[in-house]
């Protein structure tokens, strides 16, 4: 699939500078990026054929047709990029309405449930997802957030490590355009570390919920979906009170 990319290198090779190389680079920084990888593929497949009219209009002197077709290459390497960005089969999102103009997140001794917030995980695409379990060590660190304070102090809130007695890969089938819906029990902090816990007040923070899942041989066994997917950011205040408050 690389045929038509290198028919232009081989060609192009003798006439470049230093400023050329910034055109090819972003074509080899592709590792287990899900986006890029989509990208090269197609690209590969239409890059053969590019490439053969490119080396068709170098054989026969054609030398003004290199630099627009040079052009349309990379112009079609930015449109894919663009267009798969827009089609992962994975999203995100925080499940967080807004009350009295504000997105809120409550954590109290009054309450009489454990203190969560919702986060909602969707196949948009046409085919089924395998999602990791949480309560496996596959799955147990998948999700994280990203926490900026009105400073712009940056952080991440994760899950504490834990030791397995019972352990075994497990997974959720997403059926084409069906949504997951995790509770977070934030306040557990046997499980959670790193959300904001202001004492007997509110912080407001910049939000976004992360989740990503590495590739690797365990993940291409079962078909597990593998990648990162980032949520909208949300401004969000979270509330800490207790008997203490005055």
């Known amino acids: 699939m690389f045929m038509g990319v290198l028919a232009v290198l081989m060609i192009e090779l003798p006439h470049f500078s230093i400023n050329s190389f910034r055109f090819f680079w972003p074509l080899f920084r592709f590792k287990d990026n899900p986006i890029h ?35 349309i290459l990379f112009a079609l390497a930015s449109v894919i990029v663009n267009a798969t960005a827009g089609s992962l089969p994975i999203g995100i999102s925080l499940a967080i309405p807004t009350h009295n103009g504000m997105r809120e997140i409550e954590n109290t001794e009054y309450q009489r449930h ?21 309560w496996c ?5 998948g999700l994280t957030f990203e926490f900026t304070d009105e400073s712009g ?8 490590e ?15 355009h069906e949504s997951l819906v995790i509770d977070v029990n934030f306040a557990d902090t046997n499980t959670w570390v790193g959300f904001p816990s202001p ?4 912080q407001t923070v ?24 980032v949520s909208k950011a949300e401004k969000v205040t979270f509330y800490h009170w207790t008997s203490d408050t005055k």
């Open 37 to 71: 990888q989509s990208c090269f593929l197609i690209l590969g497949r239409l890059g053969s054929r590019i490439g053969a009219l490119y080396a068709l209009a170098a054989t026969v002197s054609l030398i003004p047709m290199r630099k627009p077709i040079l052009i």
């Open 114 to 134: 454990i203190p969560h917030f919702p986060v909602i995980i969707a196949n948009s695409s046409d085919s089924q997802q395998r999602l990791w379990r949480e």
């Open 137 to 141: 060590s596959w799955g147990y660190f």
């Open 153 to 160: 102090k940056k952080w991440i809130a994760k899950k504490e």
């Open 162 to 176: 834990q030791v397995w007695t019972k352990n075994f890969p497990d997974w959720w089938t997403l059926e084409p």
């Open 199 to 202: 004492t007997n007040g509110s």
């Open 206 to 229: 910049t939000m976004q919920a992360i989740l990503e899942f590495k590739p690797n041989d365990v993940t291409r066994q079962y078909g597990i979906w593998t990648g990162r997917v």
